[in-house]
């Protein structure tokens, strides 16, 4: 498996404020990009996918790809308590996922 | 659509004992489904990836012997984990991927295994 880091938690960010997440990746070859949000207790959920670099938009979230820098990030616009949890960025290489630590997301109400 | 459950949701066993976690993708057909393992506080680790009648390909690190899986028909693979010992408990989940879903897995509830 190849590696792959998010930037450390817990993040603890107001309710409607802007959540930021990031995370980088060493293996060149990967090919698509995920990140999923992970209850306490309970398996990961999918919540976006990206394979191009650049934007892609999905309601609230918003992630980002850059191949080049082996960087892909999420965004969380206003954040409401229900997106606290832990996300997991996860990075597809000959369709295995790798995942990193997570990042503990607490959103204050 | 692209729902995978898993059985049991939660197992106690006494340790030497063996136990069988399933799973299930229900309505759609599975050619690959992966085995994760993820202790408390740490992400998911990929254990073995199986493909519908074929052997297991197991990470490294992972001992084939203790973790058995089986990957019978495109919509059930199962683990059996034997002679489980403390040291196993963890949270067991599996995801499955269909080849018209190729680009994405879809993971079960997962099975919380504890050896006494």
């Known amino acids: 498996q190849k590696e792959v880091e998010q930037n450390s938690g817990p993040l603890s960010v107001p309710e409607g404020a802007i959540a930021s997440l990031n995370c980088t990746y060493s293996d060149r070859g990967s090919q698509s990009f995920f990140w999923y949000r992970q209850y306490s207790g309970k398996s990961p959920e999918l919540i976006m996918s990206?394979?191009?670099?650049g934007d892609k938009e999905d309601g609230r979230f918003t992630a980002q790809l850059n191949k080049a820098s082996q960087y892909v990030s999420l965004l969380i616009r206003d954040s409401q308590p229900s997106d606290s949890a832990t996300y997991l960025c996860a990075v597809m290489v000959d369709y295995k996922l790798s995942f990193g630590a997570g990042t503990t997301v607490t959103v204050r109400a | 659509g692209a729902v995978v459950s898993q059985h049991p949701s939660r197992v106690i066993c006494k340790s030497g004992t063996s136990v069988k976690i399933e799973c299930r993708s229900l309505d759609f057909q599975a050619t690959t489904m992966f085995w994760y393992r993820q202790f408390p506080k740490q992400s998911l680790m990929l254990m073995a990836t199986?493909?519908?009648?074929?052997?297991?390909?197991?990470e490294q690190g992972v001992e084939k012997d203790k973790f058995l899986i089986n990957h019978a028909s495109l919509t059930l693979s199962t683990l059996t984990v034997t002679s489980a010992h403390p040291e196993d408990s963890s949270f067991y989940i599996c995801s499955a991927r269909g080849a018209e879903l190729a680009e994405t897995q879809y993971f079960g509830p997962g099975t919380r295994l504890l050896v006494l």
């Open positions: 199986s493909n519908e009648g074929s052997k297991a390909t197991y």
């Open positions: 990206i394979y191009s670099n």
